[in-house]
Structures are given as structure tokens and as C-alpha cells.
């Protein structure tokens, strides 16, 4: 039944009791309990909450700390309703139902009770409606026009109490606008693992705080943005680049180039009022040329240039290991281009980062190869470039911040948008993008394959990557229906796939025979897991593992479209495999302009020394500890 | 400072171990019937029937469980457990080991609260001799494989860290707050397990029960509240102090104890009813007048709206801050304790205020906003002589969303 686990239900650090009820192995071959919802009978498994049974019976109850990826909490206190028996209002959420019990969720001490605890809700709440990011998305506006809040019974808040925390490249945090429903400190503790944000000191004077309350770029925040996509209200929100942009858009001296990531095609659409999964990448490209861009570009081709750059990469480095028997070479490789993973294997692992691919994401080798290739090829003057990215993340803002970003001898990237952000821009603009006609990507870097369109989703890197690898090798296609490699496909937090290698063409013989091992990981609380593995020598025979930071990979990342569920993460994932099939090239050693750049440009190949120089970068050992030291 | 006490129970003699000793002979499930019998309930406040809790934990299938005690007594005005650990703290570790062996548990904690750490050396000591004595350690009471140890945790001096669950966050080293229930402790307890969990005084008056009978026991006390209560009584009376009270006492009966004088009410420490005169002939009892120890005189001279302020200050503090009626409606009834004073609140707003406190009572998450706003409450409507209501009707800012 739907006793389905919230993501961070696996998670060590959340207490037992916040954990969704687990089922009794010997209850589970029982009917179930019957209660009574409203006068609605229904038969549910024991530990079912009162929500969960309620949303079967098609009631929805208000909530507002509940979020379906995260362990319950029960403290906002919305759910509540009438239980009989008990004495007190029960939170529904969090009530597990363990006996025949009745209902009501909308009496009339209910609803008096909820009023009262919206009016609460609104009281510290500071700043107003129509200024905020999250106007009409906003939970807490929603319910205060649910229960017909007209003006402020318990008063309100005239002044801020807190100064904006603005220092992050990627997240803002403005407590005033906080109802403490903890959903971000769940994310980051529980569904993360990075454990930057939590609750201090108590009753009135709650805050979520960072360590010692230090401003978030002074603390190990990953940037992921995962809290940003959870917050009920608009406290939190990632640094927007648009002005800055829109002055590029309007300088005439200025080329303005997009590139646009997979994974926000089959997510904007949700912005526009389109159900989930509607993938959208032709009427993108129109309104982006509307808007005034001059260009727009396909991200998915330098994730096909990633894949030849950093399969490569593993291909010498198992040569390295098998053949030439050096032991300084780091299996597995890890891939690298999630930069919210990079920050966090900086911080949590800084001992392991050899085994980090040392390919750049595919948005910085695609800021590198803007302002080299593309401006030689056009005739241009790199410093007339503007180069902004589409991209589904908040942690790609903190990546083309990051100082070592500029082997194009310029800012290798300058703004990156996040879905949400575009989606703004071109409502700006009065652009009714479900409506609009298709156009293509413009040339020469708007060609990009299925495998590099794959990338958006977890084990999509994993899944391009074999495409390539094994052809390669073989000189065959992966034997896989459809090129549907299933295994490393799914939604498990942790997924491992074997693929065996026959038949190696002469070069790649110490392959023969040889079984590629491999491992997906989505959300940091499972890539922590798998790097305790590795750091505990399991996982010595594996060769190439992916992490993504955020759960669902690209897709779910922090710049996407609010709210986000597995459902909603799923359906995106849908369209992009979807999307994937309808393509003509899918496989990245097959993309053209791949072939034409490492022909032209890069001419002593992938990995070679201009691919090093431009493709490659290196990483920092952050540790835990930020500030001065000594 | 060892003084002489007088009581029926708690106060009575017992003799060197008896109940430990009588228990040894019985088996679990005659102690547990013994205690069900007992009518046994709760002395921390909330009066839950011991034998019931007792009786989740021993059928709960779980391998591992765990016996506490909760002594972080931090209710104003109680300080009842205070002597109990100072003067008969092996009553209450006995009581803790007939626990354990009736539920199979072979762990146990004392939480003690952090400003009690005084009392550390001793208690240890006691420990120390009745491991000395096989009544802790391995094969306990000479029965084999009857495995039981008590450690003494210290609290931070966090009042919602007295609430049971808040309590097991605060033993397994988080954040102080109390959990959703259900699940109960009983089920889900210390580190996920089985977890009998009472008061100090409840786990003292164990050893008595079992020396003395289940009989004996419920012809103490009222129909429904069996025994004995402490209570420690503070204010304006001349006899403060911890005494041992029969249920169905009457309040001015109490008074009397106490010498207590020119009383316009009493409360049941900073949580608990607000009691005016005229209805100082009702009892002691969970049915009537419960207190979980705390019973606070009040002379003619108090302002009562000074006290409840002093009470809602006080839970300010100590709410721990995660539900929203708690943390969020304790400053407005402290904003509206505010305007009272002032005779500048509006009878409409009142009302308002009378329906948050309901809020806040039927839909926080623990006993600490539970019970917040009950002084709020009692003294709004007992006092109302007390105060005069605004006829300006009050103005609303309006909603901006």
C-alpha cells in the first residue's frame, strides 16, 4: 500500500520517533484497521497517519511542516483534528493509526483552533505579500486565505528583527519572513546530511541558526539549494542574477549567450501552470530568444564533451591501474559535475578528492569553450561576451563564483539562472510560454545528444557514460533495448550495476573479460554513505561511481520549480527519458560538433593538453573548519 | 539536614529492603497484577494508571528496554522529589529495580535535574552499596540472568526536559523537545525501545505496594486517587515546607498545615488550576484538585495578574520553541496580560485571548503549552472583581496577502 518511505527516512541522525511508523512484519498480512474519517469508513494499514488515510478519502487537511520527502515533525500544528478518545487535538501528521478510531478533521473546534494558529503563524511573519519571491507560492498565504484571514487578530510585526543573510553566492535566508516549521533544518540534517542548519535557543526566541550563527558562506553549506525548494515561505531563496542580466540583455556591446541544462526543460513548464513532466525545450528556445538573448545553446552538448573528457579519464586511469600497475591511481572515479557534491566531498571527504574526476561540469566547460573556441570561430571579442547558464541549481551560482573558474582567461561563466529565475524573466516579459511556436537551438553549440540530455536525472551520467564507454571498448552498442540501460535507472538512493565487457577491441584487450562495476548516488546523506564505504576499502573493486547532490539528480535540484515530491520528480524524469527516445543521436562520441571540436580545436584529443588546460580543473581541501586558521 | 517525616506512605517505615526483598519472591507477572490492583497513578501530574504503562512495556516484544526515573523536577514551587532523593533515595532505586524485573529492562537512567548535581556523591554512594549488596549488578535478588544497573544522567536545567519525551531527547543528547504521541515512551522510548518512565515518587511508593499489599494501599486516599500525594508548599504561609497528604484532603485543610492566613488562592505550581477561596473545600485528588507537588499560597495582598504574568515569563523561557500555539502564544497572552493591567483591553479582544488559550491547550504539542495558559485561564474567570475591560472596541491591522 502507500506506506512508501519519505526520501530521509533512511537517515542515522533522525530520532526513531520522527520516523514514519513502521508496519509490524506480522501485521502486515492484516487487513487493516478500519476507521472513520468525516463519517467515511476506510480500511487502512496499521501505522497509516491520519493525513495519509484522509487523503485517501479525498480530504485534504491543511498543512504546513509536513512535506512528503521529510520525517515528520508535528510542529506547526495545522493538521490537527478531533480524535475521539483523546483529549487534545491530534496532529494528523504525525498521528499513527493503531486502532479503530473516528475523526472529524473540520468541526468546528477544528477550525477555530486552525484560525488561531494561522493568526500565530502571521504575527512574527515580516514583510509584505506583494514584494516576496514566493508570492501566490506561498503555503502560508494560501492557508490564511484558506481560513478567510482578513486582518491580524494577535497583531503583527511592524519592524525586521533580523538582517538578511546575503553573503552565500547561491542562498539567501531572511529570517524574518520564518515560521520555524523546520523544514529546511530536516532537509539539511536529515534528507542531506550536511547539518548546517538547526533550530537555537528556545520559545519565543527560536531561530534557525548556522553554526554560532555564522553568515552561510562562513559555514559548510553545499549550496545545494534543497532547503530553498522545502521552505513554505519565501525566508529562504536563491541570490537572482536577473538584473544583472537584463543589463547585459539591453548593453548593445554586449553578446549574450544562454546555455540551458537538460533538466529545467522538463521543469519549467511547471511555472507556467503545465503538469509536471511536460517537457517543453522548443518553446524554451523561442521565449529565450523573445527575451532578447542572442543565442541560446545546449547545454547537452558539453555534457557529451564531460562524457568523452572524463570517460577517458577513467579508461587511462583503469590502464594505469590494470596495466601499467601504478598504485598511486584512485579507483573508483567519481564523477564531478554536481557542484553542490564537490563542495560537500571538499568539506566531509577532503582525504578522497583523487578520486574526483578532474572534468569540469559540464556548464564550465561550456563557459570555457564560449569564450575560446565559440568567439575565435565567430569572430569575437571574448571580453563582448556575456555567458549565462539555465540550470536547475543553486549550487551552480557558487561553481562560476569559484576563483579557478577562468581558463578561458575570463570569467568562465557569469550568471547562472536557475529555472525559477528564467521563468521570472519571462513572465516579465508577458511571454505565454505553453503557447508559443518551436524553435531550435541556434549553432553551433546547440547540438547535443540523448545522452547528454540524460544527465538531468540520476544515473543519467552513469547512463551516458556506458553508452560511450563500452562502444569504445567493443567497438559494439551496449547491449541494452531501446539503449534503456535499466539498471542504472531508478530511484533508490543507492543503485549498483555490473556490466560485463566481451570481445574488447585490440587496444582496450587488458579489458577483456573484465566486469565494469559501478554506483549511483542521489542527496549527500547517500553519497556520505557511499564514501564511508569507500573510506572503509568496500568498495576497492568498483571503478566508476556517480553522485549527485540532490535527490532525483538534476531534476530535484535547488533552482527548480516549488513544490518538489517524488511524484513531481519522477514525472520530470519521465519526460526526460521520454524526450531521450525521440532523439536521433544518443551517444555522446556521436555528437557532431563533438567530433568537429576535438578535430578543430582541441586537437590533441580528450585529455589531452588543451582539453587539460580548458576541461579540467582541480579542487580544494576544505575540511569542516572555515575562517581563519592558525 | 535529615528531618523526621510523618506519613501513611511514602513517610511510613518500610525496613531494610523489605519490598526489594518480597519482590524477589514474586514473579513478574504477580508484581505487575499487584500493581494494577494498586490503582497506582502517575505522581508527576498527568496521573496515568502505573500497572497500565507498566503492563505496554512488558508486552512490548522488543529484546532491548530500559527503566527511568525522572527526577528533573523543575514545576514551580515543587521540590517534594528534592527530599525524597536526599532523605530515601534507595526507595526510589528500589522502586526502579522491581521495574526492571517486572519488564525485563536491564538498563536504567536517573534523570536528575542539573541543579540537584549536589546531590550526585551521595546517590552514588548508595548505588555503590547496593551493588555491594547484589541488589544491582548481575544476578540480581539471586535470581539468574536478572541483569540490572542504574546510571545517573544530569539535565541542563531545560524545565521541558521534565516532560517525559523532551526527557529522552535531552538522555539521547538532543535538542531538549518533546516528541509527537503517539508513539509512547512505552513502546517507543529511550533509543527507540520500551521505556517504563515515572516520577521519583512513583517508583518510591513501589517498594510499599509490594511489602504492604495492593489492599492496603487502596484503602488510602479517594475511590480514584489511591494513597498519598507530597506536596511542597510555598508562599504566604508560615509552615512551608514538603509534606505527606492523604487524597481527598481538603485545600483548607492543607492551609491549616501550613498556617496559612488571609488566603485568597492557591495554585497547583505555574501549570496547574488557580484556586479561589470560596472553593477551598474542594479535595486533593486527580478528579479534583491535582497537583503534580506544587501547592502556591497566595495572601489577600497578591495581584493575581502579577502572578500569572510571573508564571507566563516563565514559560516563555522555558518553552522549547518548536510548536507554533506554544512558542508563539505565550507572548501574546503576556502582551495581553499587558493591556489588562492597564484596563485598556477590549472585551472583544478577550474573548480572543480566552479562544487562543483554548488553542493553545487542546493543540500544543506537550504538557508545557498544554498547560501554559491554565493559570491564564482560572484567573480571568475567578478573579474577575480583579480587573475592568476596555469599551473601545479593538482595531485590527488588516491582512496584506
Known amino acids: ?630 | 539536614m535529615q528531618t523526621k517525616r510523618e506519613g501513611l506512605v511514602i513517610f511510613s517505615d518500610i525496613g531494610n529492603c523489605a519490598g526489594l526483598k518480597k519482590a524477589a519472591n514474586l514473579s513478574s507477572s504477580d508484581i505487575l497484577n499487584e500493581i494494577r490492583s494498586s490503582n497506582l497513578k502517575g505522581r508527576g501530574g498527568a496521573g496515568f494508571p502505573t500497572g497500565l504503562k507498566w503492563n505496554f512495556v512488558v508486552e512490548d516484544r522488543s529484546d532491548i528496554k530500559y527503566v527511568v526515573c525522572n527526577a528533573d523536577e523543575g514545576e514551580p514551587g515543587t521540590f517534594k522529589d528534592k527530599v525524597l532523593l536526599m532523605e530515601y533515595p534507595q526507595l526510589v532505586f528500589e522502586g526502579m529495580i522491581i521495574a526492571a524485573f517486572t519488564s525485563g529492562a536491564k538498563e536504567g537512567f536517573l534523570y536528575l535535574r542539573g541543579e540537584y548535581k549536589s546531590f550526585v556523591p551521595s546517590l552514588e554512594k548508595i548505588l555503590k552499596e547496593m551493588r555491594k549488596k547484589r541488589f544491582l549488578g548481575k544476578d540480581i535478588l539471586g535470581k539468574e540472568g536478572f541483569h540490572f544497573d542504574i546510571e545517573i544522567k544530569l539535565g541542563s536545567g531545560a524545565y521541558v526536559c521534565g516532560e517525559e519525551t523532551g526527557l529522552i531527547e535531552s538522555l539521547e543528547g538532543n535538542r531538549g523537545e518533546p516528541r509527537n504521541k503517539p508513539p509512547f515512551p512505552v513502546n517507543t522510548g529511550y533509543n527507540g525501545c520500551p521505556t517504563v518512565l515515572n516520577n521519583v515518587e512513583t517508583f518510591a511508593i513501589i517498594p510499599h505496594i509490594i511489602a504492604k499489599g495492593a489492599d492496603w494501599f487502596k484503602g488510602i486516599g479517594t475511590e480514584k486517587s489511591a494513597g498519598t500525594k507530597l506536596i511542597s508548599i510555598s508562599g504566604d504561609c508560615k509552615r512551608p515546607g514538603v509534606y505527606e497528604v492523604e487524597f481527598g484532603t481538603k485545600i483548607k485543610d492543607i492551609l491549616k498545615i501550613a498556617k496559612a492566613q488571609d488566603v485568597k488562592a492557591v495554585s497547583a505550581g505555574a501549570s496547574g488550576e488557580c484556586v479561589p477561596k470560596a472553593q477551598f473545600s474542594r479535595r486533593l485528588g486527580f478528579e479534583d484538585f491535582s497537583t503534580g507537588g506544587s501547592i502556591i499560597v497566595f495572601g489577600k495582598k497578591r495581584d493575581m495578574f502579577e502572578v500569572t504574568e510571573n508564571a507566563l515569563r516563565f514559560f516563555e523561557d522555558e518553552s522549547c520553541g518548536q510548536c507554533t500555539p506554544c512558542r508563539e502564544g505565550i507572548p501574546v497572552l503576556l502582551e495581553g496580560i499587558e493591556l489588562i493591567k492597564k484596563g485598556e483591553c477590549p472585551k472583544d479582544y478577550l474573548k480572543d485571548l480566552l479562544s487562543l488559550s483554548e488553542t493553545m491547550q487542546l493543540t500544543s504539542k506537550c504538557g508545557l503549552g498544554q498547560s501554559s495558559p491554565n493559570l491564564f485561564v482560572s484567573v480571568i474567570n475567578n478573579f474577575k472583581k480583579e480587573y475592568t475591560l476596555s469599551k473601545i472596541p479593538k482595531e485590527e491591522k488588516a491582512f496584506n496577502g
Open chain 1, 1 to 630: 500500500m502507500d506506506n512508501k518511505k519519505p526520501f530521509a527516512y533512511d537517515t542515522s541522525r533522525a530520532p526513531i520517533s520522527q520516523r514514519k511508523q513502521e508496519v509490524d512484519q506480522a501485521e502486515k498480512g492484516s487487513i487493516g484497521i478500519t476507521v472513520t474519517i468525516d463519517d467515511i469508513e476506510i480500511k487502512v494499514p496499521k501505522g497509516t497517519t491520519i493525513l495519509e488515510a484522509a487523503k485517501r478519502v479525498n480530504i485534504k487537511i491543511p498543512t504546513l511542516c509536513q512535506h512528503e520527502d521529510l520525517c515528520l515533525a508535528g510542529v506547526c500544528r495545522v493538521c490537527i483534528v478531533e480524535v475521539d478518545k483523546e483529549r487534545t487535538l491530534q496532529a494528523s501528521c504525525s498521528y499513527p493509526i493503531s486502532s479503530p478510531i473516528s475523526v472529524r478533521t473540520y468541526s468546528s473546534r477544528v477550525r477555530r483552533a486552525r484560525r488561531n494558529i494561522i493568526q500565530l503563524l502571521l504575527k512574527n511573519h515580516y514583510g509584505e505579500c506583494y514584494s516576496c519571491a514566493r508570492n501566490n507560492n506561498c503555503e502560508l498565504q494560501t492557508l490564511a486565505k484558506e481560513y478567510g484571514v482578513t486582518s491580524y487578530t494577535f497583531g503583527h510585526i511592524d519592524k525586521p528583527r533580523y538582517e538578511k543573510d546575503e553573503s552565500s553566492y547561491s542562498v539567501i535566508r531572511d529570517m524574518d519572513k520564518c515560521v520555524l516549521c523546520r523544514r529546511c533544518v530536516r532537509t539539511c540534517i536529515d534528507l542531506q546530511e550536511v547539518g548546517v542548519l538547526e533550530a537555537a535557543h528556545r520559545g519565543a526566541k527560536t531561530k534557525i541558526e548556522t553554526y554560532l550563527d555564522k553568515p552561510l558562506i562562513d559555514v559548510i553549506c553545499i549550496n545545494c539549494g534543497q532547503c530553498i525548494n522545502r521552505c513554505p515561505t519565501g525566508a529562504l531563496k536563491a541570490k537572482d542574477p536577473a538584473e544583472e542580466v537584463w543589463r547585459a540583455i539591453e548593453d548593445p556591446d554586449k553578446h549574450v549567450i544562454i546555455q540551458t541544462a537538460p533538466s529545467p526543460r522538463a521543469a519549467i513548464g511547471e511555472e507556467f501552470g503545465l503538469p509536471a513532466g511536460t517537457s517543453v525545450t522548443k518553446k524554451l528556445n523561442t521565449a529565450i530568444k523573445r527575451v532578447g538573448f542572442d543565442k541560446v545553446f545546449d547545454t547537452n552538448f558539453t555534457a557529451d564533451l564531460t562524457i568523452m573528457e572524463e570517460g577517458t579519464e577513467l579508461l587511462l586511469r583503469l590502464k594505469a591501474a590494470l596495466v601499467d600497475k601504478d598504485k598511486s591511481v584512485k579507483l573508483p572515479q567519481i564523477t564531478s559535475c554536481s557542484p553542490g557534491w564537490v563542495k560537500f566531498i571538499e568539506h566531509f571527504y577532503p582525504d578522497k578528492l583523487a578520486h574526483l574526476s578532474s572534468a569540469k561540469s559540464p556548464q564550465q566547460m561550456f563557459g570555457a569553450v564560449v569564450k575560446t573556441w565559440y568567439a575565435k570561430r565567430s569572430n569575437m571579442d571574448p571580453k563582448r561576451i556575456v555567458s549565462v547558464s539555465l540550470m536547475p541549481c543553486s549550487a551552480k551560482k557558487f561553481e562560476c563564483e569559484r576563483p579557478e573558474m577562468d581558463d578561458s582567461g575570463f570569467k568562465d561563466v557569469d550568471y547562472a539562472l536557475t529555472t525559477r529565475e528564467l521563468a521570472g524573466m519571462i513572465k516579465e516579459c508577458g511571454i505565454d510560454l505553453p503557447n508559443l511556436p518551436d524553435s531550435d537551438f541556434d549553432n553551433p553549440l546547440g547540438i547535443g545528444t540523448g545522452a547528454g540530455l540524460v544527465f538531468g536525472t540520476t544515473g543519467g551520467v552513469m547512463e551516458a557514460a556506458i553508452r560511450t564507454a563500452y562502444e569504445l571498448v567493443t567497438g559494439k552498442e551496449v547491449p541494452f533495448d531501446k539503449l534503456r540501460i535499466v539498471p542504472v535507472r531508478g530511484t533508490e538512493g543507492i543503485r549498483k550495476a555490473e556490466i560485463p565487457i566481451k570481445e574488447a577491441l585490440t587496444q582496450w584487450k587488458f579489458l577483456e573479460g573484465a566486469t565494469l562495476k559501478v554506483m549511483i548516488g542521489h542527496g549527500t546523506a547517500n553519497a556520505k554513505k557511499i564514501m564511508d564505504m569507500l573510506c572503509a576499502g568496500q568498495l576497492d573493486d568498483y571503478h566508476f561511481i556517480e553522485i549527485m547532490a540532490c535527490p532525483g539528480g538534476c531534476l530535484g535540484g535547488g533552482g527548480q520549480p516549488i513544490p518538489t515530491s517524488p511524484e513531481i520528480r519522477e514525472a520530470r524524469a519521465r519526460a526526460i527519458y521520454a524526450e531521450d527516445e525521440g532523439l536521433a543521436i544518443r551517444k555522446s562520441h556521436e555528437n557532431p560538433i563533438v567530433k568537429q571540436i576535438y578535430k578543430e580545436f582541441l586537437t590533441d584529443g580528450p585529455c589531452g593538453h588543451l582539453s587539460h588546460k580548458l576541461l579540467h580543473t582541480s579542487y580544494v581541501k576544505r575540511g569542516k573548519w572555515i575562517g581563519k586558521k592558525g
